[in-house]
């Protein structure tokens, strides 16, 4: 059974899409080398000689608008069948694409390994369309982490990129992080991306009021995540506003099961508007008395304002028993305990350096132990474990 129908008179998208597809995906890869477009599904179907597809692909030099109207007629008619159009991504056709009922939109360009997370990803919806029905619950929004730290250089996009990475494990496809240190954000470093649109692109105006125009803008990894990534130039920061974060947050929050948010150091506007909009906030301190004091510092001023979300992990990061301060010298100062401890290591430091987070590989490591540790807090079987633990005692 042909899984996949690709319809394009382009030989090399053909040949890059079934190596995405022999790449880890299930099932084969039916195409109809012609820019013409059947009517409809009844002539599509005809044409197939077989149980319906997944995933219709409508590839590069098909005409638009002629894409645009099969689409239509498809959603109303076949509404299980996810549709995808092959063409340069811009606001006014992500909008028409939406209304057309496509999926995504997938550039002409995109290698294989781009392609293959977008193919996952529509047959991920074909999936869920033939779920059976649950009862809706009344709360459906995913769960935004940030990671904050008032001290800069405590490995802070380290575990928030990784947290990102481990979850996506649990949850492909349905993990996004965004770098709201946008003057001098790492993320894009972190994961080893060059991407196209960043920050800038997703709070505009066009992505703020549609959210398929937002996704365009995303930055797809290969583990199966998202990124929105900071601006590449620190002097566009100044033209984002907190409001802008509320509400890309917001968006995001609708659309994936979790939204990992690395922050600037300190307590900066944007970082305060993300924090109101967090369910959990992930504290990151290195083992110094300088790191250790600020973070108490923090906590304290937070705790003025009433802005903490309830939902508190305390990360103990670049743990060394060997510093002169123990664990218990750390939460005695901070006033609270600390729940994951990240040692010292090596294959972090490499992982950094390369771009590629620890836990993308299987690596033997006590610090992937401690990572472990903090992305179990998050994942589905260890969630109530997780919450029972953000509201130990206060160590006195």
């Avoid at 459906?140 to 380290?158: D, N």
Wanted: glycine share 6%.
């Amino acid at each position: 059974m042909s899984r996949f129908v690709l319809i394009t008179p382009s030989a090399d998208f053909d040949s890059r899409l079934r190596q995405a597809v022999e790449g880890g995906l299930q099932g084969g890869v039916q195409t109809f080398f012609t820019n013409v477009l059947p009517a409809g599904p009844y002539d599509l179907f005809a044409q197939l000689n077989q149980e319906r597809p997944e995933v219709l692909i409508l590839g590069p030099d098909v005409p638009v608008d002629d894409a645009l109207r099969l689409a239509t007629v498809l959603d109303v008619q076949v509404p299980d069948l996810t549709v995808l159009l092959v063409s340069e991504p811009d606001p006014e056709l992500l909008l028409q694409a939406m209304r057309a009922g496509i999926r995504d939109i997938l550039s002409p360009s995109a290698d294989p390994s781009h392609m293959r997370v977008l193919l996952e990803r529509a047959c991920q919806s074909f999936a869920t369309r033939h779920r059976p029905e649950q009862p809706k619950q009344a709360d459906s929004k995913g769960r935004v982490i940030g990671v904050f730290s008032p001290k800069g250089g405590v490995g802070k996009t380290t575990i928030a990129t990784n947290l990102a990475v481990g979850l996506g494990k649990a949850a492909p496809m349905s993990v996004v992080v965004v770098d709201l240190d946008l003057q001098f954000g790492d993320v894009a470093s972190g994961l080893y991306l060059n991407p196209e649109h960043t920050v800038t692109d997703a709070v505009s105006p066009a992505a703020s009021e549609d959210t398929l125009v937002l996704k365009a803008f995303l930055t797809v990894h290969p583990s199966s995540i998202y990124a929105v990534c900071a601006p590449d130039n620190p002097v566009d920061a100044d033209h984002i506003a907190p409001e802008q974060v509320t509400r890309l947050l917001e968006q995001l929050a609708e659309e994936f099961q979790y939204v990992v948010v690395d922050t600037a150091p300190g307590l900066p506007e944007i970082g305060l508007a993300a924090m109101e909009a967090c369910t959990d906030v992930v504290w990151v301190s290195a083992m110094d008395i300088p790191s250790v004091r600020g973070l108490r510092s923090g906590l304290d001023v937070l705790r003025q304002l009433d802005i903490l979300p309830e939902g508190r992990h305390v990360v103990l990061n670049m743990a060394d028993a060997k510093c002169g301060l123990s664990v218990q010298d750390v939460e005695s100062t901070i006033g609270a305990p600390v729940d994951v401890s990240v040692p010292r290591s090596r294959a972090v430091a490499f992982s950094t350096n390369r771009g590629i987070p620890v836990l993308q590989e299987a690596k033997k490591d006590p610090a992937v132990k401690g990572l472990n540790q903090l992305v179990e807090r998050f994942s589905p079987n260890g969630q109530a474990k997780g919450q029972r633990r953000s509201h130990r005692r206060v160590v006195v």
